[in-house]
């Protein structure tokens, strides 16, 4: 069976204290990853989607990688408007449908 | 607003009532998704559109809930007879051709 887990299940750092997220998937044929984040009560908001393994993409303060069997999130110099759930999400089955890791929370202090 | 949009955010609900969210998505997407979400946990799949056809249902997806997507453009998701088990974020998201999903804001359901 598909699945995505996610670790550490929650990280609270110091503002300007870099880290990174794990997103490890066992999924035969991967067509793509997918990081989100949400903040409380509201919808997940898009961030990137990696293909292959090796891709990097970076977003302000933070850089997704892909290898083929995890992904990391990297959060560098992290401010308190950082805090959020990250999702990954891995499209598997027969019609490609996302499946969802159960997310890490993310508490940056001031 | 070119965004997913949910309707109604929130609903509290008696055990036993019947309760309907409705899902605009982005207009040129044609694939439309119903997740579900409790606390702690990631969305997890309940069902998919590609336009109008219904193509897959999870086995959460109870005969108490049925979703419709008529004309493949808004979609409903029913739920009869709700349970307390049935509290949760119903999320709906739409995508192209399968690539990544857009999500709305969410419906968020209390059932006392």
């Known amino acids: 069976e598909d699945q995505v887990t996610q670790s550490p299940e929650a990280l609270r750092l110091q503002e300007g204290e870099s880290s990174s997220l794990n997103c490890s998937y066992t999924?035969?044929?991967?067509?793509?990853l997918f990081w989100y984040r949400q903040d409380p009560g509201k919808g997940p908001e898009f961030l990137f989607t990696?293909?292959?393994a090796g891709e990097e993409k970076e977003k302000e303060r933070l850089k997704a990688t892909l290898t083929k069997k995890e992904s990391f999130l990297h959060i560098t110099a992290p401010k308190p408007e950082d805090s959020a759930t990250y999702l990954c999400?891995?499209?598997?089955?027969?019609?490609?449908?996302?499946?969802f890791g159960r997310g890490t929370s993310l508490i940056v202090h001031p | 607003d070119t965004g997913v949009s949910q309707n109604p955010r929130h609903k509290i609900t008696k055990r036993g009532q019947n309760v309907t969210f409705r899902c605009d998505p982005i207009?040129?997407?044609?694939?439309l998704y119903w997740y579900r979400q409790t606390l702690g946990q990631g969305p997890e799949f309940l069902t998919y559109?590609?336009?109008?056809?219904?193509?897959?249902k999870s086995r959460l997806l109870s005969d108490r809930f049925s979703a419709e997507r008529p004309k493949g453009s808004f979609s409903t998701l029913e739920i009869q007879r709700t349970e307390q088990g049935d509290s949760a974020m119903y999320l709906c998201?739409?995508?192209?051709?399968?690539?990544?999903?857009?999500f709305g804001e969410g419906s968020r359901l209390t059932v006392l």
């Open positions: 990696l293909y292959s």
């Open positions: 998201a739409s995508s192209l051709a399968g690539l990544e999903l857009f």
């Open positions: 559109f590609q336009n109008e056809a219904q193509l897959e």
């Open positions: 999400a891995v499209p598997s089955g027969g019609s490609y449908i996302p499946t």
């Open positions: 207009s040129e997407h044609n694939r």
């Open positions: 999924v035969s044929g991967l067509r793509g």
